[in-house]
């Protein structure tokens, strides 16, 4: 899975880097984390890094606390009630340096740190949804209002989606982020289906490890010293 991940590259290099601009100020984080409001670029306006909730609410859901998918599993997406309209309509790319994951040790979980090799920014593929609260009847029948919640009730959440690991991610978890080439990130926005498909495979490019402070299990901590590698 993917449960944290990095994204404090300056503001100007992710722009050029994604040919878009940011909507809102773009605030760095050392520990991104589900339920949080992060940067994405969508199939509908690659121009523009927007910012969602990360945590996937289906536009179908009665009540927003039942749900929050923060992975969708990549073999599987097309054909889940949950993901099969987003995957066909709503494509994000969740940018990011950094991802980790956690290993079983004795005492505890040791995090690690997975990055490209020089903390290069990269692209995960994601999904992006907009849920709005259920309509509710007022009681004024077909002479008033038909009920609550408007535009600015919309939610606009997105997940991340997962597929088997690589050498590199293997050695601490059974599943990975799916980290696209740079070449893949138009393919994964705007191609059709069996392209897309395809670009959904372990990420095949360099990539290394390194154990980090546990301080990272904590998502109230956001600070530069959670990607300083530390003794395993």
């Known amino acids: ?11 100007d290099e992710i722009e050029r880097r994604f040919g878009a601009t940011f909507e809102a100020p773009f605030e760095s984080t050392y520990n991104a984390a589900p339920s949080q409001s992060l940067p994405v670029v969508t199939s509908e306006a690659p121009e523009t890094i927007q910012r969602m909730e990360w945590g996937l609410i289906p536009s179908w859901a009665e009540d927003r606390s039942e749900h929050g998918y923060i992975n969708a599993r990549a073999e599987t997406v097309e054909d889940r009630a949950s993901f099969a309209d987003a995957y066909e309509a709503r494509r994000c790319l969740v940018p990011a340096d950094g991802f ?26 994601g999904l992006y949804e907009r849920w709005r609260p259920p309509q509710r009847q007022t009681g004024l029948g077909e002479f008033g209002a038909s009920g609550e919640g408007g535009e600015d009730d919309v939610v606009e959440t997105f997940t991340i ?7 590199v991610v293997a050695r601490l978890h059974h599943r990975m982020a799916v980290v696209l080439a740079p070449e893949e990130e138009s393919t994964w926005l705007a191609g059709d289906a069996d392209d897309r498909a395809a670009v959904l495979d372990p990420y095949d490019g360099p990539m290394r490890s390194y154990p980090v402070s546990t301080a990272v299990n ?5 600070h530069p010293g959670l990607i300083e590698e530390v003794e395993a």
């Open 218 to 222: 904590s998502p109230g901590n956001d």
């Open 100 to 125: 980790y994951e956690w290993v079983d040790r004795e005492g505890g979980k040791q995090p690690y740190r997975v990055t490209l090799p020089a903390d290069e920014l990269f692209a995960m593929a």
């Open 1 to 11: 899975m993917c449960g944290r991940y990095s994204l404090f590259t300056p503001p």
């Open 161 to 167: 989606l997962t597929t088997e690991p690589n050498d």
